[in-house]
C-alpha cells in the first residue's frame, strides 16, 4: 500500500502562484508514475500533470502546459507542482495520484487539497 498526504492548496489573486506538495509513503518502489489531478466545481475530475519515477518523463494538460511545473525531490518520496501565473478557472480540489501501471488509471489517491483563484 502507498500513502499520499497533499498539502499546499490556498487563495491566491489571478496571476500569482502556488505550490503543492505530496508526500509519499509506504511501498513507493512499487510505483510507476505519480501525478495531480483535479476536480472544479461542478465538474468532472481531470488530468494535470505527471511524472515517471523511472525516467523522469512529465506529461501535462493543454490547460496547464507553460504555467503548471511538476517535479520530485531526490529521494522520490515527494512530488511538487508549481503553478504560475493561475486563472480563475484554475480553481478546483487538487489531487495528488500515483499509479502502478499507467497515471491514467492512479490506484492510489491523496484527499485533495482546495485552489481558489480570484480574479
Known amino acids: 500500500q502507498v500513502q499520499l498526504v497533499d498539502s499546499g492548496g490556498g487563495l491566491v489573486q489571478a496571476g500569482g502562484s502556488l505550490r503543492l506538495s505530496c508526500a509519499a509513503s509506504g511501498r513507493t518502489f512499487s510505483l510507476y508514475a505519480m501525478g495531480w489531478f483535479r476536480q472544479p466545481p461542478g465538474k468532472e475530475r481531470e488530468f494535470v500533470a505527471a511524472?515517471?519515477?523511472?525516467?523522469?518523463?512529465?506529461w501535462y494538460a493543454d490547460s496547464v502546459k507553460g504555467r503548471f511545473t511538476i517535479s520530485t525531490n531526490n529521494a522520490k518520496n515527494t512530488v511538487y507542482l508549481q503553478m504560475n501565473n493561475l486563472k480563475p478557472e484554475d480553481t478546483a480540489v487538487y489531487y495528488c495520484?500515483?499509479?502502478?501501471?499507467?497515471?491514467?488509471?492512479?490506484?492510489?489517491w491523496g484527499q485533495g487539497t482546495q485552489v481558489t483563484v480570484s480574479s
Open positions: 495520484a500515483a499509479a502502478v501501471r499507467h497515471i491514467s488509471n492512479p490506484d492510489y
Open positions: 511524472i515517471s519515477w523511472s525516467d523522469g518523463n512529465t
